[in-house]
């Protein structure tokens, strides 16, 4: 069965610094894009950022460009968000998000298996 | 950047009635790189559609999606009580893909 499971999240100070990570079971790893995806309690989706298979190709929303970095270690099937300078308004469900087509690049992302999330909260 | 507008913002309906969400673009999208979601309370989104048209693996016969250039629809042939829950569409294929802001389909 394939699975994404979240973890990382938590309560941080403003301008701290967390680290997301993301294990992927059941499907090859090495060969789709994956995404981050967050949702602040209540609201909408935004896609935060992206990373093609063999992190050639990472894409950032401008909301966290700079601030937060994405990465991959496929031998380890996980995939990670570290989330510097951290502002309240970062305050989120997080979701680890796998694109359904192999070999995509960051811009065709649309998702067939999403994690359960993880919240973060930013607040003093 | 585009921008897509759900509407309704909330649909009241009865189940085994018919359910018609519409996505609208800021401008024509010049693909049918749109995707339709389903997200329950406490729970991640569900893919249902792909392609504008194309249903995702597992997904009843009685969702299905329409539309080009700038106006989508996704509409639910007859609401089951499974149905209730929130709906986000979104653009993919472009660097300036997003979600719209979601219609919540509540039982009336």
């Known amino acids: 069965e394939e699975q994404l499971v979240e973890s990382g999240g938590g309560l941080v100070k403003p301008g701290r610094s967390l680290r997301l990570s993301c294990a992927a079971s059941g499907f090859r790893f090495d060969d789709y894009a994956m995404h981050w995806v967050r949702q602040p309690p209540g609201k909408g989706l935004e896609w935060v950022s992206g990373i093609n298979w063999n992190s050639g190709d990472i894409g950032y929303a401008d909301s966290v460009k700079g601030r937060f970095i994405i990465s991959r270690d496929n031998a380890k099937n996980s995939l990670y968000l570290q989330m510097n300078s951290l502002r309240p308004e970062d305050t989120a469900f997080y979701y680890c998000?796998?694109?359904?087509?192999?070999?995509?690049?960051?811009?065709?992302?649309?998702?067939?298996?999403w994690g359960r999330g993880t919240l973060v909260t930013v607040s003093s | 950047e585009i921008v897509l507008t759900q509407s309704p913002g909330t649909l009241s309906l009865s189940p085994g009635e018919r359910a018609t969400l519409s996505c609208r673009a800021s401008?024509?999208?010049?693909?049918?790189?749109l995707a339709w979601y389903q997200q329950k309370p406490g729970q991640a989104p569900r893919l249902l559609i792909s392609?504008?048209?194309s249903r995702a693996t597992g997904i009843p016969a009685r969702f299905s999606g329409s539309g080009s250039g700038a106006d989508f629809t996704l509409t639910i042939s007859r609401l089951e009580p499974g149905d209730f829950a929130v709906y986000y569409c979104q653009l993919y294929g472009t660097s300036r893909g997003t979600f719209g802001q979601g219609t919540k389909v509540e039982i009336k």
């Open positions: 401008q024509s999208l010049g693909t049918n790189y």
């Open positions: 392609g504008a048209f």
């Open positions: 998000a796998k694109v359904p087509v192999e070999m995509a690049t960051v811009i065709f992302r649309y998702f067939d298996l």
